[in-house]
């Protein structure tokens, strides 16, 4: 038996430090972990926020950032990289030089532009670093509709978006409903520059921090566990939906999603 064989998949995320757990770097670390992954979590910044909104965040020095996650790489290959806020064009770049030095490892990207609240957290260099340094080199894109709209200048039609996307390099996209006004949530995955499968979810009363999080992570450990991209976006996608119908209210803001649900023995 390989020495390796019983090892546990390897993901690393690079997202931003949310103090209160319900997004973010933690955000990834119980998706993956729940999973069956380990993370490698990098944090791109740190924020002052609650359960309401962003009120400030200030972004790693990149070069510490691109040492931080090559100190560790050179020790533990990771199987999947997961991209979360990512703030600026500096860390952009430094995430950039990382993804060039691991080639044919599959990349999540969820490209957080505003948050909950709506304060900004990437602005307009930001997107367009986003559009020419990684989209390139995404596996899968996991925009709701709002950020699909946002990253290619479109007004209404997302199968347009959808296409845009790819066309930036994108390989597979999967544009999510939360933020449109249907009685049903949609998310619509495309590949191929076609329109692949839409996928129907009860629309659940509230409103969750850190849900985007958890698709994009969860989709992430997916892969390293060597789910080809349609079954891991199947599979992360009820997770998420577990995780948000049995989430919980800690604050005065959103709902967290409750990413251990299954550790209850309550997963009907």
């Not at 997202?15 to 972990?33: F, H, K, M, R």
């Not at 962003?54 to 972004?59: A, M, N």
Request: net charge negative.
């Amino acid at each position: 038996m390989s020495q390796h064989a019983n090892q546990m998949p390897v993901v690393m995320a690079f997202s931003g430090l949310d103090p209160t757990g319900g997004a973010g770097i933690q955000a990834d670390i119980e998706a993956i972990a729940s999973m069956g992954c380990h993370t490698l979590p990098i944090v791109t910044a740190l924020t002052v926020q609650n359960s309401q909104d962003v009120q400030r965040y200030e972004s790693t020095d990149p070069q510490f950032l691109i040492e931080q996650a090559r100190a560790v790489l050179d020790d533990i290959p990771a199987q999947a990289f997961k991209l979360g806020m990512l703030g600026n064009r500096q860390t952009i770049e430094a995430i950039h030089s990382i993804l060039q030095d691991h080639p044919g490892i599959p990349v999540v990207l969820d490209p957080i532009i505003t948050a909950g609240g709506g304060t900004a957290l990437a602005k307009e260099d930001a997107i367009s670093a986003m559009r020419e340094l990684l989209f390139p080199l995404t596996t899968i894109i996991t925009p709701n509709s709002e950020e699909a709209r946002q990253l290619t200048n479109q007004t209404d039609n997302l199968d347009v978006c959808a296409e845009q996307l790819q066309d930036m390099g994108c390989k597979h996209v999967l544009i999510t409903g939360t933020h449109e006004a249907t009685s049903d949530v949609t998310n619509t995955l495309y590949s191929n520059h076609q329109k692949m499968e839409s996928f129907n979810w009860d629309r659940l009363p509230h409103s969750y921090h850190g849900s985007g999080c958890t698709l994009a992570a969860s989709i992430s450990a997916l892969l390293a566990r060597g789910l080809n991209p349609f079954h891991a976006i199947h599979e992360a996608q009820e997770y998420t939906w577990k995780s948000l119908q049995q989430g919980f209210h800690p604050g005065q803001g959103q709902y967290f999603p409750n990413r251990f649900y299954w550790s209850h023995g309550d997963e009907d």
